[in-house]
């Protein structure tokens, strides 16, 4: 049975123990803000999390159909999109994607499309229909550019990643649906190393994927457990300027740090609840250029900002091979 963009996050997965190197942290700094609603500030399940340059935050936030913008500490900024079909109308936004150079790109969901917008949150231009060809989608939910305005969207049903340039004009594709390499089963979220690699989360097979930027695959890593280095439904991904990979890892409410070149964790933070540090469903992730990490988590109907965490406890057991060198 195929699994639908609504669906994709009542995914039931079963866990097992293994063993590998990890550190626990706690870490200062870390805020949220939000809160239920459709006010200013407040949010209906945001999915999607994206930062630039300037300091600020965009939030896609998908049941009120909408994107808000907020500076590096929560402070409201504006916001932009009504729910609809038409221009610069979103319906259940799960991805974006900012560039100060080339804008905004939202991952609009529920209408099977990608929208751009300029920074301001004014409608350029949009693409998608319903369908499986190409450029085609049957549930866009990750959105990420390259260095050279690439932007990679992944499709959670199709089981595949497209790569546009920045008009929208499509260049390639990849991915069928299943277990082995180069295959999906409901992928979600996509980032770009500093080498132009791809980085996929493959969610339902509960890893890692690797892509070159034409879509060849690499690596991999990741299996089903709750030990560190192993994910329970990972989703949202983002990659720092030093090309540490961080993870989200949905049903063990926790973010996961990879160092570059390594699948094994350096760092891992999160619980389960509803206070600061904790998550509920957390799903999408944003780096900025401060190392500050976003997360935002619908369940909570909230965003979680992360400063430099501190390790507090080191234990180790066994190793893991890297397989992405």
């Given at each position: 049975?195929?699994?639908?963009?609504?669906?994709?996050?009542?995914?039931?997965?079963s866990?097992?123990?293994?063993?590998l190197?990890?550190?626990?942290?706690?870490?200062?700094g870390?805020?949220?803000?939000g809160?239920?609603g459709?006010?200013?500030?407040?949010?209906?399940?945001?999915?999607?999390?994206?930062?630039?340059?300037?300091?600020?935050?965009?939030?896609?936030?998908?049941?009120?159909?909408?994107?808000?913008?907020?500076?590096?500490?929560?402070?409201?900024?504006?916001?932009?999109?009504?729910?609809?079909?038409?221009?610069?109308?979103?319906?259940?936004?799960?991805?974006?994607?900012?560039?100060?150079?080339?804008?905004?790109?939202?991952?609009?969901?529920?209408?099977q499309?990608?929208v751009?917008?300029?920074?301001?949150?004014?409608?350029?231009?949009?693409?998608?229909?319903?369908?499986?060809?190409?450029?085609?989608?049957?549930?866009?939910?990750?959105?990420?550019?390259?260095?050279?305005?690439?932007?990679?969207?992944?499709?959670?049903?199709?089981?595949?990643?497209?790569?546009?340039?920045?008009?929208?004009?499509?260049?390639?594709?990849?991915?069928?649906?299943?277990?082995?390499?180069?295959?999906?089963?409901?992928?979600?979220?996509?980032?770009?190393?500093?080498g132009?690699?791809?980085?996929?989360?493959?969610?339902?097979?509960?890893?890692v994927?690797?892509?070159?930027?034409?879509?060849?695959?690499?690596?991999?890593?990741?299996?089903?457990?709750?030990?560190?280095?192993?994910?329970?439904?990972?989703?949202?991904?983002?990659?720092?300027?030093?090309?540490?990979?961080?993870?989200?890892?949905?049903?063990?409410?926790?973010?996961?740090?990879?160092?570059?070149?390594?699948?094994?964790?350096?760092?891992?933070?999160?619980?389960?609840?509803t206070?600061?540090?904790?998550?509920?469903?957390?799903?999408?992730?944003?780096?900025?250029?401060?190392?500050?990490?976003?997360?935002?988590?619908?369940?909570?109907?909230?965003?979680?900002s992360?400063?430099?965490?501190?390790?507090?406890?080191?234990?180790?057991?066994?190793?893991?091979?890297?397989?992405?060198?």
């Amino acid at each position: 049975m195929r699994t639908g963009p609504r669906e994709v996050l009542r995914l039931v997965v079963s866990v097992a123990a293994a063993v590998l190197p990890f550190v626990i942290l706690l870490a200062p700094g870390v805020h949220a803000w939000g809160g239920r609603g459709n006010a200013n500030g407040q949010f209906e399940r945001p999915r999607g999390v994206a930062t630039d340059d300037n300091d600020r935050v965009y939030i896609a936030d998908t049941d009120n159909h909408r994107v808000q913008v907020f500076d590096s500490v929560g402070g409201f900024l504006f916001k932009f999109g009504t729910h609809g079909p038409g221009e610069g109308q979103l319906d259940s936004p799960c991805g974006i994607a900012v560039s100060i150079e080339r804008g905004i790109y939202v991952a609009d969901t529920g209408n099977q499309r990608v929208v751009h917008f300029d920074l301001g949150g004014r409608f350029l231009a949009a693409w998608g229909a319903p369908g499986d060809g190409a450029g085609q989608f049957r549930a866009p939910v990750g959105v990420a550019m390259d260095a050279a305005g690439n932007v990679y969207v992944v499709d959670s049903v199709r089981d595949r990643v497209q790569k546009f340039d920045s008009g929208g004009t499509f260049l390639a594709g990849w991915g069928t649906p299943g277990a082995g390499s180069g295959q999906f089963h409901v992928p979600w979220g996509v980032a770009i190393d500093p080498g132009g690699n791809v980085f996929v989360t493959d969610a339902g097979n509960n890893r890692v994927q690797v892509f070159d930027d034409r879509g060849r695959f690499l690596a991999f890593w990741g299996l089903v457990g709750t030990a560190p280095g192993q994910f329970a439904q990972p989703l949202g991904i983002a990659i720092d300027d030093r090309g540490d990979v961080y993870v989200v890892d949905q049903l063990n409410r926790r973010v996961q740090r990879f160092p570059f070149g390594s699948s094994i964790p350096a760092a891992l933070w999160g619980s389960r609840g509803t206070g600061v540090g904790q998550f509920s469903s957390p799903t999408g992730i944003a780096v900025d250029r401060t190392g500050t990490l976003f997360v935002a988590d619908p369940g909570n109907h909230s965003v979680q900002s992360l400063g430099g965490p501190v390790p507090v406890r080191t234990e180790t057991w066994g190793t893991i091979k890297t397989r992405y060198r």
